[in-house]
């Protein structure tokens, strides 16, 4: 749904219909994910195929406990879906969280604990660890803010390359001008980038791929070893995937998260370059067992995550789970997102970690045409962008080579030619920065 339809229904039809502890509310936009800023309240829009109840926790800044708890009514539930307008509500005063209420079966799959609050999967930004090296809580709460998205972009049109034309360099936002030899005003930010542009250009590279700057916990497993802070620095490590990380912005942007990263994305544009991101869908900051439960779990841990039968976590990423890519609910999450970051961001390209994960079904079995894959190819806003594969999982899935490519595995999407799935072609050059010290 468009804003102009939007605008339309709620000039026809928002009228509160329901109060509930003090607010008026209406079922809400139950096709419209995550929490949408309208003309006189916030839609509120959550799935979860397995649970009882759900109820939405509104907090002011930084405050520990909500100052408001609104309960979804039965009947504002639509299948999985729930979803309500809360009318009267300023953005700018308050971050969100969910409580999901279901069943406690472990050994199926179902973790449920109305005691967590939990991070919309859809959040657009995240709080609770927006300064770098600062650790989130001990209970791992991370809440949600609604993104005003008006950036104006202007009229440039984005650089068009082949991707055997691309020279990549390849980078880290922090590690880039973190120390002073940078030159830059704002080192370790998507503004100290910003300022590094003209070298860049000087360099001759027309691609930059950003390794991730989806909102990651860069404290899991941080531990100092011979007096030097160590930290999971690189960013494989994702708590949302639809919010960059705050830390790396140079200016608090309440309500705004995203918009330095945009600048940055429009100058690197208007110079020539390309924008790719690495993207991590094989697992999530939440772990195994012994993991925190800040989102996914407590939502529909046995839709978001690949399970052994008895309930375990399958851990063909190394890193404590798999998640459940070919899943029909993951899959659409999945296209939501690169949807909105080609969308919002204006990014021209994915490099995917450890692919081969998004290859296997919800056992862990390799498929020979993955429906994933499949779903990227033939999505009008995807199909073509450069998508690069790390042809490869921890658990011994290789498939350089051999990377299910949808050029090899069906010809029903024949506007989308020009999709391909890659391990980099011989005629790419990627200049890689050295690791950080």
Same mark, same amino acid.
């Given at each position: 749904?468009?804003?102009?339809?939007?605008?339309?229904?709620?000039?026809?039809?928002?009228?509160?219909?329901?109060?509930?502890?003090?607010?008026?509310?209406?079922?809400?936009?139950?096709?419209?994910?995550?929490?949408?800023?309208?003309?006189?309240?916030?839609?509120?829009?959550?799935?979860?195929?397995?649970?009882?109840?759900?109820?939405?926790?509104?907090?002011?800044?930084? @405050?520990?406990?909500?100052?408001?708890?609104?309960?979804?009514?039965?009947? %504002?539930?639509?299948?999985?879906?729930?979803?309500?307008?809360?009318?009267?509500?300023?953005?700018?005063?308050?971050? %969100?969280?969910?409580?999901?209420?279901?069943?406690?079966?472990?050994?199926?799959?179902?973790?449920?604990?109305?005691?967590?609050?939990?991070?919309?999967?859809?959040?657009?930004?995240?709080?609770?660890?927006?300064?770098?090296?600062?650790?989130?809580?001990?209970?791992?709460?991370?809440?949600?803010?609604?993104?005003?998205?008006?950036?104006?972009?202007?009229?440039?049109?984005?650089?068009?390359?082949?991707?055997?034309?691309?020279?990549?360099?390849?980078?880290?936002?922090?590690?880039?001008?973190?120390?002073?030899?940078?030159?830059?005003?704002?080192?370790?930010?998507?503004?100290?980038?910003?300022?590094?542009?003209?070298?860049?250009?000087?360099?001759?590279?027309?691609?930059?791929?950003?390794?991730?700057?989806? @909102?990651?916990?860069?404290?899991?497993?941080?531990?100092?070893?011979?007096?030097?802070?160590?930290?999971?620095?690189?960013?494989?490590?994702?708590?949302?995937?639809?919010?960059?990380?705050?830390?790396?912005?140079?200016?608090? @942007?309440?309500?705004?998260?995203?918009?330095?990263?945009?600048?940055?994305?429009?100058?690197?544009?208007?110079?020539?370059?390309?924008?790719?991101?690495?993207?991590?869908?094989?697992?999530?900051?939440?772990?195994?067992?012994?993991?925190?439960?800040?989102?996914?779990?407590?939502?529909?841990?046995?839709?978001?995550?690949?399970?052994?039968?008895?309930?375990?976590?399958?851990?063909?990423?190394?890193?404590?789970?798999?998640?459940?890519?070919?899943?029909?609910?993951?899959?659409?999450?999945?296209?939501?997102?690169?949807? %909105?970051?080609?969308?919002?961001?204006?990014?021209?390209?994915?490099?995917?970690?450890?692919?081969?994960?998004?290859?296997?079904?919800?056992?862990?079995?390799?498929?020979?045409?993955?429906?994933?894959?499949?779903?990227?190819?033939?999505?009008?806003?995807?199909?073509?962008?450069?998508?690069?594969?790390?042809?490869?999982?921890?658990?011994?899935?290789?498939?350089?080579?051999?990377?299910?490519?949808?050029?090899?595995?069906?010809?029903?999407?024949?506007?989308?030619?020009?999709?391909?799935?890659?391990?980099?072609?011989?005629?790419?050059?990627?200049?890689?920065?050295?690791?950080?010290?």
């Amino acid at each position: 749904m468009d804003d102009k339809r939007i605008a339309a229904a709620e000039r026809k039809h928002l009228i509160p219909l329901d109060s509930i502890n003090g607010y008026e509310v209406r079922p809400g936009f139950y096709g419209i994910n995550g929490a949408t800023a309208l003309r006189e309240g916030v839609n509120f829009t959550i799935c979860s195929m397995e649970a009882t109840s759900v109820e939405l926790l509104l907090y002011y800044r930084g @405050e520990k406990e909500p100052y408001a708890v609104l309960p979804f009514p039965k009947h %504002y539930r639509i299948g999985g879906v729930y979803s309500m307008i809360v009318f009267g509500l300023d953005i700018f005063d308050f971050e %969100y969280a969910y409580r999901v209420d279901g069943p406690y079966e472990p050994k199926k799959g179902l973790i449920f604990d109305r005691s967590k609050p939990l991070l919309d999967p859809y959040a657009k930004a995240v709080t609770g660890q927006s300064v770098w090296g600062e650790k989130p809580n001990q209970d791992h709460e991370y809440r949600a803010r609604v993104v005003v998205n008006d950036f104006d972009w202007g009229d440039h049109v984005d650089p068009v390359r082949p991707i055997e034309d691309l020279i990549i360099y390849e980078t880290h936002v922090r590690g880039f001008t973190r120390d002073a030899s940078s030159g830059v005003t704002a080192g370790g930010t998507f503004e100290g980038l910003r300022q590094k542009i003209p070298y860049l250009k000087d360099l001759g590279v027309n691609a930059i791929e950003l390794l991730p700057i989806f @909102e990651f916990d860069e404290m899991e497993s941080a531990r100092v070893v011979d007096g030097v802070q160590l930290y999971n620095y690189w960013g494989y490590n994702t708590v949302s995937f639809f919010a960059p990380n705050t830390s790396y912005s140079s200016v608090v @942007e309440h309500n705004h998260e995203g918009d330095e990263l945009k600048l940055l994305i429009s100058e690197l544009k208007a110079n020539g370059m390309e924008v790719i991101l690495d993207v991590v869908f094989n697992h999530t900051a939440e772990g195994n067992e012994n993991g925190p439960c800040f989102s996914f779990k407590g939502i529909d841990n046995n839709i978001y995550y690949m399970l052994t039968p008895d309930g375990h976590y399958y851990n063909f990423s190394g890193c404590g789970n798999a998640m459940n890519c070919n899943h029909p609910i993951m899959r659409k999450f999945i296209i939501d997102c690169l949807r %909105y970051w080609v969308m919002e961001y204006r990014v021209d390209g994915f490099r995917f970690d450890l692919a081969s994960i998004l290859t296997r079904d919800q056992n862990g079995a390799p498929m020979p045409d993955p429906p994933i894959l499949q779903g990227i190819a033939c999505d009008p806003i995807l199909g073509h962008v450069k998508l690069i594969a790390e042809a490869w999982d921890a658990a011994g899935l290789y498939q350089v080579g051999s990377f299910p490519a949808f050029r090899r595995c069906s010809t029903s999407c024949s506007a989308t030619s020009s999709f391909l799935f890659s391990v980099i072609p011989s005629s790419t050059l990627f200049l890689l920065m050295a690791p950080p010290k």
